[in-house]
């Protein structure tokens, strides 16, 4: 098997990570290639070796014992991992495992925690009392590193609080020399004795875990079979019987997952086995503009090549009353360093949905959230089940903005919704061109596609009455602002509604209430700014 990275996947893999080929970038892209050179087919002795040259380098006060544990001596005295952050030496990692084995990294599901993520995750962890940690699923060691490096005598926790645990003992033998040769004491072999001696190569869902009280973790993403030992078994996920155990075993913990089981019909489960803690905070990621993991997918077939997954962090730690969560956080790379200062100023009280859904509710519209609640109706009632002259034509994929038309809309997803009268299809007509139908649809699902079980789901707010010149207006709307736009090959018709026109019809909905919508749509959420273009862009 050729696993040599060609020219033109280092610019790809250094594009992914910067938006441009940055220094940083740019030295990963080229320790991939070094490495996947060196390795010959052994990935994970070659990569060993480069590990026990890094280490040996870094401390030589400790080498002998760092590369006896490693068990594989340094070959070269020049090593591509010199200069890289623990973050960047885990993606090399993810890269070259994925490069050998296409097949490894899916059914896996891993997934390196980036420096800056870690780093948030550690940092949150100053609100626990103290007491001892375990990484369920340490990977080359990037969350331990950076919580080791978080606490005041970073020697003495690694010596005597820290447990590391991982299926891949590669990746486990890196973390426990990498982290021990970080924080070491001056010639002192004793802390990489005591981690080595209680970390274990074993699966953390079907084996008795080492003592501790409070978990760190970044689990697989991954579905698998239904597993009847856990609650979380209708999931058929990974991470959410990782989190279960999480959940179960530990006082407190923190996790970096994807964000599906907040609303999610099948991970009901896990929302009601976090509903038994006492509390925490959970805090939600979008993927665009820019994404939590802005690596590069390695051994992906998928023309696309960068890593979209919608994340959430959660933090529970065993002083926490009550659950408060973030709206759905939206940034522009630029904008990262603040998105991560930032992102707990919108923790909000936790609102439950009409399914059971944990709403990302966004500040400001607090309001409408109550104002709906008060609602009889929903759109569910006043849809024809079928097909009647009053049909309107709503996209399946919104990204910034949701309208509906009284065109059939030539696109390959859409919902076509009929009604009994005019009356109600003119009341649903100014209802989906308001901003309540996004809202309601980034607070409570947000993923890719708007569900029809989303849309027959909305509130009809109780003071909702017809009004012709808006109704007029969305009419000759339907024409001038037709746009379409070039998917998969084919043209798909939408109308981007003006935003002054959505702003009249807001206002009309909601009479007298006061909301603010402007960073439900916000392309940036941490500039103060908001890009009218982004606003209609599918």
């Known amino acids: 098997m050729d696993t040599v990275v060609s020219a033109r996947e280092d610019d790809e893999i250094a594009s992914a990570f910067s938006g441009g080929a940055s220094t940083s970038s740019r030295r990963i892209a080229e320790a991939i290639r070094v490495l996947s050179v060196r390795t010959g087919g052994n990935e994970r002795t070659g990569w060993l070796a480069a590990v026990s040259r890094l280490v040996a380098d870094m401390r030589p006060d400790i080498a002998d014992a760092l ?32 490069i050998g084995d296409h097949s490894s990294r899916r059914s896996r599901g891993q997934y390196f925690t980036p420096d800056d993520v870690a780093r948030f995750m550690a940092h949150q962890a100053r609100r626990f009392p103290a007491g001892h940690w375990i990484d369920p699923c340490c990977g080359v060691g990037n969350l331990a590193w950076h919580l080791a490096s978080s606490m005041d ?19 486990l033998k890196t973390a426990v ?43 697989p993403y991954a579905g698998t079979s239904r597993d009847e030992r856990f609650r979380t078994a209708d999931a058929r996920d990974l991470y959410a019987y990782f989190l279960e155990r999480a959940i179960t075993s530990s006082t407190g913990f923190i996790s970096i997952t994807p964000a599906a089981h907040l609303t999610g019909i099948k991970y009901s489960e896990l929302r009601a ?43 529970s730690a065993p002083g926490d009353r009550d659950w408060r ?23 909000l009280p936790l609102r439950i949905g009409p399914a059971g859904e944990w709403a990302k509710l966004m500040r400001g519209t607090e309001g409408v959230w109550e104002h709906l609640a008060t609602a009889e ?18 996209a399946a994929t919104p990204r910034y903005y949701v309208s509906a038309s009284r065109r059939d809309l030539d696109r ?5 919704l009929y009604f009994r009268n005019q009356q109600d299809e003119e009341l649903a007509y100014l209802l989906l061109n308001s901003s309540l ?37 969305l009419d000759a709307s339907d024409t001038v602002d037709m746009v379409t736009k070039l998917n998969a090959g084919r043209l798909n018709e939408n109308v981007r509604r003006p935003r002054d026109l959505v702003t009249e019809i807001d206002h009309h909905v909601l009479p007298n209430l006061k909301f603010d919508f402007s960073r439900t749509f916000a392309s940036d959420m941490f500039t103060g700014e908001f890009d009218l273009d982004e606003f209609g862009s599918h």
């Open 437 to 473: 139908p996004y809202w309601w649809w980034r607070t409570l699902e947000g993923g890719i596609t708007l569900s029809l079980r989303n849309l027959r789901s909305l509130p009809i707010p109780p003071d909702l009455v017809p009004n012709e010149e808006l109704v007029s207006r």
């Open 177 to 219: 020399a990498l982290i021990s040769a970080s924080f070491a004491p001056h010639a002192s072999t004793e802390t990489l004795a005591r981690l080595a001696q209680r970390s274990r190569t074993q699966d953390y869902l079907t084996e008795s875990q080492p003592p501790h009280d409070f978990a760190i973790l970044n689990p």
């Open 153 to 171: 005598d970073s020697a003495t926790f690694v010596m005597e609080s820290l447990t590391l645990v991982d299926l891949d003992g590669t990746a």
């Open 273 to 315: 086995l976090l509903s038994e803690k006492s509390g925490g905070e959970v805090l939600v990621f979008d993927n665009v503009p820019d994404t939590v993991f802005r690596g590069y997918k390695y051994g992906s077939t998928n023309t696309s090549k960068t890593n979209f997954v919608r994340a959430a962090i959660t933090v």
């Open 412 to 416: 390959t997803s859409k919902h076509s």
């Open 377 to 394: 109706r929903t759109l569910a009632d006043i849809v024809s089940r079928t097909p009647t002259p009053f049909r309107l034509s709503v």
């Open 325 to 347: 969560i973030t709206p759905i956080l939206r940034w522009a790379s630029a904008s990262r360093s603040r998105l991560w200062q930032s992102a707990r100023k919108d923790l």
């Open 67 to 98: 590369v006896a544990y490693l068990g594989t001596p340094p070959r070269d005295t020049s090593n591509p991992l010199v200069g890289l952050t623990i973050g960047e030496i885990g993606i090399v990692y993810e890269a070259l495992l994925a």
